[in-house]
């Protein structure tokens, strides 16, 4: 646990406007509550059963986003606790969601996370694909989805210049997707990029949402 990692995480957020996501996924009550007691009230986390135990645990004035890969069986269980979920890479999914957003009479925001990574394990939309995705004429008839922007992942390296370009390419993605399908929608508005190690470059490329676990729990 450091406060001082997370004070300067959070002075550095501040002149580009972008919000902190401290992810604690596998962390413990107590540790969840000291930094909620530091002011936080946004936690991420990439499992269901996760979320929703420790939703129930830690009450409801936080605010949870799921950023792990979410099973469309899993859907139901999240909904209408969840925030944001950062990890839509699927139609299927996302015509889950808003079957299940539907039945709560609720709007549920998500991201699509797109594959910026050069890594097979990470997961997402293939930049390629986005266009067909979006294009897709069951979009329109999605009343209780509201996309809110992209979200990807760089790969995992020493190579700052790689990770820089693949950020770059989810911003660019970003203005693309927004001028052609959502340029009248204020609401697509984040880009959910950057952890501990690669966050001031994502900061540097237009992130809105900066996704941060070990540089707080464990520096
Ligand atoms: C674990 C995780 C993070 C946080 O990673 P750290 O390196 O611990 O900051 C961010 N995003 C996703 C999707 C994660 O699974």
Redo the contacts with the bound molecule.
């Keep these: 646990m450091n406060i001082d990692n997370y004070r300067n995480i959070l002075d550095k957020l501040s002149p580009y406007g972008a919000k902190l ?1 401290v ?1 604690s ?1 596998y962390k413990s009550f107590d540790e969840i509550e000291t930094v909620k007691n530091w002011g936080q009230n946004i936690f ?1 986390e ?1 499992r269901v059963q996760e979320l929703v135990a420790k939703n129930e645990l830690h009450g409801i004035n936080l605010e949870w986003h799921l ?2 890969s979410l099973q469309k069986n899993k859907v139901k269980s999240i909904i209408p606790i969840v925030k944001l979920i ?2 839509v890479d699927s139609l299927l999914l996302l015509q889950e969601i808003n079957k299940q957003a539907e039945k709560h009479e609720i709007v549920q925001d998500c991201l699509l996370q797109i594959k910026i990574a050069k890594e097979d394990t990470k997961q997402g939309i293939l930049p390629s694909e986005l266009k067909v995705f979006l294009s897709d004429e069951t979009f329109g008839e999605m009343k209780n989805i509201q996309i809110r922007g992209l ?1 990807g ?1 760089a790969t995992n390296t020493e190579d700052i210049q790689q990770i820089r370009s693949e950020f770059k390419q989810l911003r660019i993605l970003f203005e693309e997707i927004k001028s052609a399908y959502f340029y009248d929608s204020p609401l697509f508005s984040e880009i959910s990029a950057g ?3 690669d ?1 001031p470059i994502a900061l540097d490329e237009g992130s809105t949402l900066v ?8 520096p």
């Design positions: 996501i992810v996924k991420g990439n950023i792990g950062h990890s979200m992942m952890m501990s190690d966050f996704r941060i676990g070990s540089l707080i729990f464990n």
